[in-house]
């Protein structure tokens, strides 16, 4: 008994992390060529009406997440275009981003309400992934072990590849790289695109596996936890992975509350629970790495080549 | 024949005025495309979204009731935006505004007076500014954005109410719904003042307009907030602290979207779980549109409460969906956020050889 709970806890924890790990890779690889995209959320959305969409009208969840990806890719590019090529704020522009994401989403899912899909189901065969040992291991959907291998590619990209160290280079440092011949526009261009892409696979597991049904602004500030998760992390992979986890852990709390029905406080607590430890992180980690922290050093600030 | 990008050597004041009137009209154009690319008949969605309002007298008091929060809100985060200090969170503070309002008159129910009125006023202000106080503390004392950390509150905000209206402070006579009594006539404003159809909401919003008005052009706190925004170091070596702009931008905003909430609290006589309505993301729309000045927030806020208000229009009559109002709030901030680029750079048509021959010398 205690046994079936401890790894029905653990597949629920590894299946809640997933959209948010996935969303944090993504804004990662963003953060490190200097550009600040605060549209998670919003990205996040059109991936989910996308993702949700395409796979109830053809049938074919493959496709379904090959449009979410490219939906979030088509909406990180808006905002891509005013960052870089017009020059425009990152934070008010991410905002609006995450705006648009919630109206777009709104007007395309009003459709889709009420409607369930059948949920993409995990790759291995079902002796392995319904076996009530190895599911912990099998049982999962096909995002899980791609945000998994994801994050670990991200890791090994940055940090010992030589493209890794010219978008680094770019977010630390733009008029120098440019100096040097690297396209420092052209590089945040491609960061932010893939950051889309990400954000919208993110978006397509939250409306494809967790709950494959559209409602309403169904992340519910998930792309936000995404963004602090980056900041705790201090821009690197291996904490971004385990500070998703704990995260996972807190947002489990709230299923299990609102389940047993008896739990010690009310659920709004629980429910209010990954914000609130958000931000103590938060502080916690600033007041160690000092004002800014680890922040790529170029992080928000526009570049403009001849200006 | 090349287009290059020239720095102005100041934003230019007509490009600051012109832009935005463009924003709309380009957005009205895109709205066309949009709705008959969705399928509806685009010209008449767009006249219901931005002309119905206007023309038909009887929406007017619908769009003084939306503008007034809206425009309140945004007054207090004008003043952030010139510092480059991002209140994004005051969805959060003008709902705890709503919440320290709701509990004065919680306390009050068995009491009346014309004093409860202006203690609700001063709670949901005093509440406001608490919650911003958070991000605050956060971002002075330990260095944390205060971008995140006043969102992250937002969703706090909404569970608090969640529970408070579900638990605690629960209509005991409300057949169960999730809601918080009725208040009582002593803590209520009119719904119009003196029968003219003006929101009481709407007159704070114009009062408040004028105090931002002279605090920004006449007093050394406004001079200050845009001397830190524009040029941080210069402000520092100038003496004034950029710290007690946080707090003061920061504490101000937040006392303003409390203010709002109260306002909205009377509106509806009770709160319930559809309360937050978003007014609180708009408002950074309507601060940003108005570009951070008073008047400029003042007719931004009228024009976005012509949008909720056209929205619900073209939903009944093209029945496009309600989403719509807010697809279109962001689509104008776009417009006008890349119109920025006009405010600040002069666009320069050169021919292939100079711009090669400047490169070369670097």
């Given at each position: 008994m205690t046994m079936t709970f401890i790894i029905d806890a653990l597949v629920t924890i590894i299946g809640i992390t997933t959209p948010i790990l996935l969303a944090a890779s993504g804004e990662l690889v963003v953060e490190k060529s200097g550009v600040i995209n605060l549209g998670v959320e919003g990205m996040m959305l059109v991936g989910a009406i996308a993702g949700f969409a395409v796979t109830f009208e053809t049938g074919n969840p493959w496709l379904g997440i090959a449009v979410a990806m490219l939906a979030g890719s088509l909406a990180s590019l808006i905002f891509g275009v005013l960052v870089l090529s017009f020059g425009a704020n990152q934070v008010a522009t991410g905002l609006a981003l995450t705006i648009f994401g919630i109206g777009?989403?709104?007007?395309?899912?009003?459709?889709?309400?009420?409607?369930?899909?059948?949920?993409?189901?995990?790759?291995f065969p079902s002796v392995l992934s319904a076996d009530p040992f190895w599911r912990l291991i099998f049982g999962h959907s096909p995002f899980v072990y791609f945000a998994i291998f994801l994050i670990l590619a991200i890791g090994y990209f940055l940090n010992k590849t030589r493209a890794g160290l010219v978008l680094r280079a770019v977010g630390e440092n733009d008029h120098s790289a440019h100096s040097i011949g690297y396209s420092v526009l052209g590089i945040r261009y491609a960061a932010i695109a893939f950051g889309g892409a990400i954000a919208g696979l993110a978006g397509a597991d939250f409306s494809m596996v967790i709950s494959p049904l559209w409602a309403e602004q169904m992340t519910a500030g998930r792309g936000w936890i995404a963004l602090a998760l980056v900041v705790f992390a201090g821009w690197r992979a291996g904490p971004l992975l385990a500070g998703a986890y704990f995260f996972g852990v807190l947002m489990a709390l709230e299923l299990y509350a609102k389940a047993s029905g008896y739990a010690i406080m009310p659920s709004q607590f629980w429910a209010a629970m990954p914000y609130l430890i958000a931000v103590i992180v938060l502080a916690i980690i600033s007041s160690r790495d000092g004002r800014g922290g680890k922040a790529p050093a170029c992080l928000g600030k526009p570049f403009i080549p001849n200006g | 024949m090349r287009l290059r990008l020239e720095k102005r050597l100041e934003p230019s004041r007509s490009m600051l005025i012109v832009t935005p009137i463009l924003s709309v009209v380009a957005i009205m154009l895109l709205g066309i495309i949009i709705f008959d690319g969705l399928g509806f008949d685009g010209k008449q969605a767009v006249w219901e979204l931005f002309f119905t309002p206007v023309l038909d007298v009887?929406?007017?008091?619908?769009?003084?009731?939306?503008?007034?929060?809206l425009i309140i809100i945004a007054l207090?985060?004008?003043?952030?935006n010139q510092a480059k200090i991002w209140n994004i969170g005051a969805e959060g503070q003008y709902i705890v505004g709503a919440l320290a309002a709701a509990g004065i008159a919680y306390a009050t129910q068995d009491f009346t007076g014309f004093w409860i009125v202006p203690l609700m006023v001063l709670a949901g202000m005093a509440g406001g500014a608490t919650y911003a106080a958070v991000p605050a503390?956060?971002?002075?004392?330990?260095g944390v954005s205060e971008v995140l950390s006043s969102l992250m509150l937002v969703y706090v905000s909404l569970q608090l109410l969640s529970y408070l209206i579900t638990g605690p402070w629960k209509d005991p006579n409300g057949h169960n719904f999730p809601q918080t009594a009725q208040l009582t006539p002593s803590q209520e404003v009119p719904n119009e003042l003196f029968d003219s159809g003006i929101p009481p909401g709407l007159l704070v919003a114009l009062i408040a307009a004028f105090i931002f008005y002279v605090i920004a052009s006449?007093?050394?706190?406004?001079?200050?907030?845009?001397?830190?925004?524009?040029?941080?170091?210069?402000?520092?070596?100038?003496?004034?602290?950029?710290?007690?702009?946080?707090?003061?931008?920061?504490?101000i905003s937040?006392?303003?979207a409390g203010l709002a909430g109260v306002f909205e609290l009377m509106q509806l006589s009770r709160l319930n779980l559809g309360y937050p309505s978003g007014y609180g993301f708009t408002a950074i729309i309507v601060s940003l549109l108005g570009r951070s000045n008073p008047i400029g927030v003042f007719i931004a806020g009228i024009v976005l409460a012509i949008t909720y208000v056209g929205g619900q229009v073209a939903q009944t009559v093209v029945h496009v969906p309600n989403a719509t109002a807010g697809l279109f709030q962001a689509l104008l901030l776009f417009a006008v956020l890349a119109s920025d680029l006009l405010v600040t750079y002069r666009i320069r048509v050169t021919s292939n050889?100079?711009?090669?021959?400047?490169r070369d010398r670097g």
């Open positions: 777009l989403s709104s007007l395309i899912g009003s459709n889709y309400v009420g409607i369930a899909l059948e949920g993409v189901e995990s790759p | 009887y929406k007017w008091r619908d769009v003084a009731t939306k503008a007034a929060p207090g985060l004008s003043l952030g503390v956060l971002r002075t004392r330990y006449r007093t050394v706190f406004g001079f200050s907030i845009r001397a830190i925004g524009e040029a941080p170091r210069a402000a520092r070596y100038g003496g004034f602290s950029s710290e007690r702009i946080v707090w003061a931008t920061l504490m937040g006392a303003m050889i100079a711009s090669s021959n400047e």
